[in-house]
């Protein structure tokens, strides 16, 4: 089935956004989702894909795996501010915006993407990224990225946590290797001779412990882990003048050229008492440049925010030549009291929810995947190098454009 030949009239191309999934209900008569997943991120996609010329819809795997024989599938369209289900083409353009919550939605997610490949060719935006430790990885080996990492071990795998805590006696930072929003992350302290260990559960609760000494501390640590892979490293100096858990989260996306650009950042403020910044804990989000210049001055902050934005874009860079396509990454970067800089994390799916604060990065945080999926659908082939350069083999381009798509490492489209 060939979707282009199923566009309305005066339509550019078909956008689908995949979401987590959501088991719809019946209400007058009609079935709707039981509360779209990103609703407000959604909704602005829509308008914004309208006024490019897209046809929009959502949908989730659900809505493929149980689409009719003929290939129809079912998705939910945005009319007069109210979601309403209706068959949509095979999409040209998915923008995955899914967040698989365990091994049965990953696999349900995969097999609803091969079905839809068999109805029509597509190119799927927002790309995933591997445990933080594969991650860690492939930014280590970039030297203009290696200072800003953290010391980073394998629970299980590095020196032993006596070893760490002894190393580091501001103490450990253990999160789970493939964790989200803070869940399951703990730090590990000795305070007043005793070993204090504050973070969440899975579950996102408050968890406080405390234990005689680190060998106690350290057996605990590993059942709580149980079997999940886990990552340690030193518990750095992440605090604003408050005392509260703080980092900046930025943004980097492709824009209308297939280039990655900054798009914003801001700081994100946890609760009292917790070792995370995340909004889903409690924490509040500010707009980075106000906050930082409270906190550093305000040439301090704009020196910290141009490095943030130099390294966030190298760092894209280097993770789509290891990992291939990618549309944005959201990344969390920690500053010390003297300044320093450390790269925490990055998240091929980042939420909107800590850009509110800022009307215009929120704005364009939204516009710039639509101008981004725009310029792939009308696009007369990507052209090599990319706007950062990270490899002097002047063959490398040649070669990955000789390549299925589907087998390119580094996929930077830039338009002449």
């Not at 949908?59 to 501010?81: I, K, M, Y």
């Not at 730090?187 to 234990?211: C, H, K, M, T, W």
């Not at 704005?363 to 710039?368: C, D, T």
């Amino acid at each position: 089935m060939n979707s282009a030949k199923r566009r309305p009239h005066g339509i550019r191309g078909i956008l689908g956004i995949l979401v987590s999934e959501r088991r719809p209900s019946r209400n007058d008569g009609r079935e709707r989702p039981s509360g779209m997943p990103e609703d407000t991120f959604c909704r602005r996609l829509c308008l914004q894909a309208e006024e490019s010329g897209l046809d929009a819809f959502v949908f989730d795997a659900e809505s493929v795996l149980s689409a009719e024989a003929n290939g129809s599938l079912q998705g939910w369209r945005l009319h007069r501010g109210a979601w309403r289900t209706e068959s949509a083409p095979p999409p040209e353009l998915i923008y995955d915006r899914s967040m698989c919550r365990n091994p049965a939605e990953r696999e349900r997610r995969s097999s609803a993407l091969a079905s839809l490949s068999g109805l029509n060719r597509f190119v799927l935006l927002g790309g995933s990224l591997p445990g933080k430790p594969d991650v860690n990885a492939a930014l280590q080996d970039d030297e203009a990225v290696r200072p800003y990492l953290p010391p980073t071990f394998r629970l299980g795998e590095g020196p032993p946590l006596e070893t760490l805590a002894g190393r580091w006696p501001e103490g450990l930072f253990l999160k789970p290797a493939a964790g989200m929003q803070g869940r399951g992350a703990l730090s590990a302290r000795e305070d007043g001779g005793r070993i204090a260990v504050l973070g969440r559960d899975r579950a996102n609760r408050p968890l406080d412990r405390e234990f005689a000494h680190w060998p106690a501390a350290v057996r605990w640590l590993k059942r709580f882990a149980g079997g999940s892979e886990y990552i340690v490293q030193p518990l750095l100096r992440l605090t604003s003048g408050g005392g509260l858990a703080f980092d900046v989260r930025a943004l980097v996306q492709k824009d209308g050229r297939g280039r990655w650009a900054f798009t914003g950042a801001a700081v994100r403020e946890g609760a009292p008492g917790s070792v995370t910044s995340n909004l889903h804990g409690g924490g509040k989000a500010y707009p980075a440049g106000t906050r930082l210049a409270l906190l550093f001055g305000e040439e301090q902050a704009a020196k910290l925010l141009a490095r943030i934005r130099r390294t966030g874009e190298r760092a894209a860079a280097v993770l789509e030549r290891r990992f291939g396509r990618l549309t944005e990454l959201g990344f969390d970067f920690g500053i010390e009291p003297d300044g320093r800089i450390w790269l925490l994390e990055a998240n091929a799916k980042p939420g909107r929810e800590a850009f509110e604060a800022d009307p215009h990065l929120s704005r364009l945080a939204v516009r710039r995947p639509i101008q981004y999926a725009a310029m792939l659908l009308s696009r007369r082939g990507p052209v090599f190098p990319a706007a950062i350069k990270l490899s002097t083999d002047s063959n490398a381009a040649t070669r990955n454009l000789q390549m299925p798509e589907s087998k390119r490492r580094y996929v930077q489209e830039v338009l002449p």
